[in-house]
Structure formats: C-alpha cells, structure tokens
C-alpha cells in the first residue's frame, strides 16, 4: 500500500480567517506570540531601584498550597489544590485538582546574602528579591608633587 504526502483540508480554511479566531504562528513575523509574555498568563515582573518584584496570580489557591522555590537565577512557583465532594443520598462523588506552575528568569544582579521574601494578598503571590547595591564611582583627587 502507498501512502500519499497529499493533505486534505477537513475544515473550511476560511473558519481561522476572523481576527479573534486565528492562532499566531511561533515562526511568523506578523504574529507577536511572544511580545508580551508576563503579562497574559497572569506573570508579571518588575523592579525599582533597591527591589525586583515577581507576581503571579493565584486565584482560590491556598498560600499553604504554594511552592516557591529559586535556583541558579530562575523562580519557580507551583501549586496544587484538591477537592473532594461526596452526597451519599443523591450517590455523587466528584474529586478534582488544579494545578499551575509558573517559571521565570529573575533579572539582574539578586543579592545572595538577602533571602528573597513571599507574601500573598487576595490571590496574588507577591515575591521580593533585593539587588545587589551597585558601585557608584568614586572620586580620586589628584594630589600635585
């Protein structure tokens, strides 16, 4: 038997063309599936002048549920929780879990002699790392002979 490289379209290639309906391409310049990042998957990151801050949503997650963990420059932030339901008169059970986990680079110099900080406040994790304090020049005077 001899199979054909031929393709068959078995949807209409009209049904992607609606702007809300197509899906970018990773190898297409008109499609920015990576311009933005942080800020669609509920990641953001940002710094200040002493700080670098990384939030991640996590809606209905228990804080006790969270893992936060940081190796070689990357923050990893992972969850889980489980639900169980049982109504023995109307013989129901359903058990279910969510889960996430972000991953992401921390920028910059993080100071390693200041354990970085994690709090949460309605369904945001809030993690802090303080930077390395930067070397201002300094002055020599010049001293004639």
């Known amino acids: 038997m001899e199979v054909s490289n031929m393709s068959i379209d078995l949807l209409p290639s009209k049904l992607f063309s609606f702007p809300s309906m197509r899906v970018p391409s990773l190898w297409s310049d008109d499609d920015d599936w990576f311009s933005s990042p942080l800020s669609s998957n509920g990641l953001s990151v940002f710094e200040d002048n002493k700080n670098i801050y990384v939030e991640a949503a996590v809606p209905g997650i228990d804080p006790k549920d969270v893992e936060i963990t940081y190796q070689d ?12 339901e ?52 300094k002055k020599i005077e010049i001293k004639a002979k």
């Open 73 to 84: 420059g990357y923050l990893w932030i992972r969850g889980e929780e489980k639900e169980e």
């Open 86 to 137: 049982e109504d023995k008169k109307k013989k129901f059970y359903r058990k279910s879990s969510k889960s996430f986990s972000y991953r992401v680079a921390v920028p910059g110099d993080v100071d390693p002699n200041i354990e970085p900080s994690a709090t949460s406040k309605n369904g945001v994790m809030k993690v802090t790392f303080a930077k390395l304090p930067k070397s201002q020049p």
